[in-house]
């Protein structure tokens, strides 16, 4: 299975400010998503990020908020830019190393906005 | 995407076999049954999953009615560390598909 990495674990952060989070996988995968997980909720996609295009936005959310990167199989970025406290979260990369295969996550970036 | 709909909340005792049911009725011809639980505090962990037959691993056995319904997962023996929520999610097949997560079932195991 793959494993994720992915940084920072946790910040607190001023509103207004942008955060930048990087997802890093031990092997080359096809897929990669972006999740959201607002406090005592369930995950909600953000989007799927595409290596080499721009990536795939799930309604309600929009690049400028969210811009994502995808550079190579292995690595992808999610930023969370002007940020209010609505955006207090945990933010979870996932991958499945090829379709129809199951997903496997991160362990998540808990985001609190100040 | 077929919807799912579980219990909110279960209790099962440590040892004992802990029967989560999903039902998702709407379910198309070309639909997995994927379950995965989310531990506190972690990332969702990826249990079985399933199209038509009955499905076993290490982890927990997935029975899947013949008319595809509705199915149960089970976890034979369950430990205090099985308490988790756990997500039944049905996805296409052959397709970049999403996994949409609901509210899941949040299983608590006890002495």
């Known amino acids: 299975s793959a494993v994720i990495s992915q940084k920072p674990s946790r910040d607190i952060c001023q509103r207004g400010t942008s955060l930048t989070i990087q997802c890093q996988v031990d092997?080359?995968?096809?897929?990669m998503f972006w999740y959201r997980q607002q406090p005592g909720q369930s995950l909600t996609l953000i989007a799927t990020a595409n290596q080499g295009s721009e990536a795939t936005y799930e309604s309600g959310f929009v690049i400028d908020k969210f811009p994502i990167s995808r550079p190579n199989l292995t690595f992808s970025t999610l930023t969370v830019s002007n940020m209010s406290p609505e955006d207090s979260s945990i933010y979870l990369c996932s991958v499945e190393e090829a379709r129809d295969t199951e997903a496997f996550f991160g362990q998540g970036t808990r985001l609190t906005v100040v | 995407d077929a919807k799912t709909t579980q219990p909110t909340s279960m209790d099962c005792a440590e040892g004992r076999a802990a029967n989560l049911p999903c039902n998702h009725s709407?379910?198309?011809?070309?639909?997995?049954v994927y379950w995965y639980r989310q531990i506190h505090s972690q990332g969702p962990q990826y249990i079985i999953h399933g199209l038509k037959n009955n499905e076993t691993n290490e982890m927990a056995s997935l029975i899947i009615t013949e008319d595809r319904k509705s199915s149960t997962l089970i976890l034979p023996h369950a430990t205090l560390r099985d308490t988790a929520v756990y997500y039944c999610i049905v996805r296409p097949t052959g397709t970049a598909s999403k996994l949409t997560f609901g509210t899941g079932t949040r299983l608590q195991v006890t002495l």
């Open positions: 092997s080359q995968v096809t897929m």
């Open positions: 709407t379910i198309s011809g070309n639909e997995y």
